[in-house]
């Protein structure tokens, strides 16, 4: 099994950036894809970005363009740089790691863009 710990949320003005790290430990060398989800409150979660072993990474069609998920290659880190963001964006983030026979959820963090 794979332990997730994410950081990187905030409060974070319109037009402004974050980055969101995911910091995985265990057995990451079964993980087959990384990715971050949101959540919006009372709603299912939602994929917004994912990069899978061997694959380019794909974004949800709103945030292409705006942000950018990379992984290191011990996949022991995922992240989610953030750029212009907008109000709508607020959400809780969640790191998604994913296995042929195990899914590990991180335990959020809350993004909030404001002004």
């Known amino acids: 099994q794979v332990h997730l710990v994410e950081s990187g949320g905030g409060l974070v003005q319109p037009g402004g950036s974050l980055t969101l790290s995911c910091s995985a430990t265990?057995?990451?060398?079964?993980?087959?894809?990384m990715a971050w989800y949101r959540q919006p409150p009372g709603k299912k979660r939602d994929l917004v970005a994912t990069?899978?072993?061997?694959?380019?990474?794909t974004y949800e069609n709103a945030v292409k363009g705006r942000f950018t998920i990379t992984r290191n290659n011990a996949k022991t880190l995922v992240t989610l740089q953030m750029n212009n963001l907008k109000p709508e964006y607020t959400f809780v983030y969640y790191c998604?790691?994913?296995?042929?026979?195990?899914?590990?959820w991180g335990q959020g963090t809350q993004v909030t863009v404001s002004s």
């Open positions: 990069i899978p072993d061997s694959y380019q990474p």
């Open positions: 265990g057995s990451v060398s079964r993980i087959l894809a």
């Open positions: 998604n790691v994913a296995a042929l026979d195990f899914e590990t």
